[in-house]
C-alpha cells in the first residue's frame, strides 16, 4: 500500500532561522513525488514536482530535493510569510489520485 | 494564469438533504479529481474522470455521486447528508494523469 509519512507534524522557526521539512514514502513505481503549500482554508497550492533520485528544485526560499526514500523541503532564511501547513504527495492508482501526508505545520515567528 | 473555479465557495445544508458542488477545471486539462479534507486533516481521494469517464474511486460514499460534462466541468451531488460530511470539498485538475494536479480553492461543506 503506498504510503507517505512527513516530520516534524509542526515546526516553529525565528525569521532567517533556516530549516528542512522531511517526507518519506513507501511506492510501488515512483511517478513523481509533489509538494504543495496549503494556507488556512485555503486549496492547495502546488511548489515542485521530482521524478527522480537525485533531483532538486527550487523557488525563492525553497528548495527540494528527492532521495529513493524521501524528499526533504528546505527553507533558507524564512520569512513570517512562509508560514503554512506544507503537504507532501504521491500518485497512486491508475489515474494518480494523490496520497498525501499529515502535513507539516510551518510557523516563522519576526 | 486560468486556474480550477469551485462553486458555491460555501454551504450550509440541514441533515439529510442533498448538496452539489461544481467544479470547473484549467481549460484543457483533461483530468479532474474530488478530494475531501476535514478539520486538521489531510485531502482524501474521493474519484477521478479522465476524458468525461469515472476513472477511479477512493473513499467515497454510496451517497455521492460524481460526473464530468461534454464541456469537462464536474459535479459532485451528496445526498442524505450527515454531520460528518461537513469539510472542505476540492477539485484538482490536470493535463493527464501524469503531471501535477492544480487545485481549486475549494468548497466549504457545513451540515448542521
Known amino acids: 500500500e503506498d504510503q507517505v509519512t512527513q516530520s516534524p507534524e509542526a515546526l516553529r522557526l525565528q525569521e532567517g532561522e533556516s530549516s528542512s521539512l522531511n517526507c518519506s514514502y513507501t511506492?510501488?513505481?515512483?511517478?513523481?513525488l509533489f509538494w504543495y503549500r496549503q494556507d488556512p482554508g485555503k486549496g492547495p497550492e502546488f511548489l515542485f514536482t521530482?521524478?527522480?533520485a537525485g533531483e532538486e528544485k527550487e523557488k525563492e526560499r525553497l528548495k527540494a530535493t528527492l532521495t529513493k526514500k524521501e524528499s526533504f523541503l528546505h527553507i533558507t532564511a524564512p520569512k513570517p510569510e512562509d508560514s503554512a501547513t506544507y503537504l507532501c504527495?504521491?500518485?497512486?492508482?491508475?489515474?494518480?489520485?494523490?496520497?498525501f501526508g499529515k502535513g507539516t505545520k510551518l510557523s516563522v515567528k519576526p | 494564469a486560468a486556474g480550477v473555479i469551485q462553486s458555491p465557495r460555501h454551504l450550509i445544508k440541514e441533515k439529510r438533504e442533498t448538496a452539489t458542488l461544481k467544479c470547473y477545471p484549467i481549460p484543457r486539462h483533461d483530468t479532474v479529481y474530488w478530494y475531501q479534507q476535514g478539520p486538521g486533516q489531510d485531502p482524501q481521494f474521493l474519484i477521478s474522470f479522465y476524458e468525461k469517464m469515472q476513472s477511479d474511486k477512493g473513499s467515497i460514499p454510496d451517497r455521492f455521486s460524481a460526473q464530468q460534462f461534454s464541456d469537462y466541468h464536474s459535479e459532485l451531488n451528496m445526498s442524505s447528508l450527515e454531520l460528518g460530511d461537513s469539510a472542505l470539498y476540492f477539485c484538482?485538475?490536470?493535463?493527464?494523469?501524469?503531471?501535477?494536479?492544480?487545485f481549486g480553492p475549494g468548497t466549504r461543506l457545513t451540515v448542521l
Open positions: 504527495a504521491v500518485p497512486s492508482g491508475s489515474q494518480g489520485n494523490l496520497i
Open positions: 521530482l521524478y527522480s
Open positions: 511506492v510501488s513505481g515512483l511517478r513523481g
Open positions: 484538482a485538475s490536470s493535463f493527464d494523469e501524469a503531471n501535477e494536479q492544480f
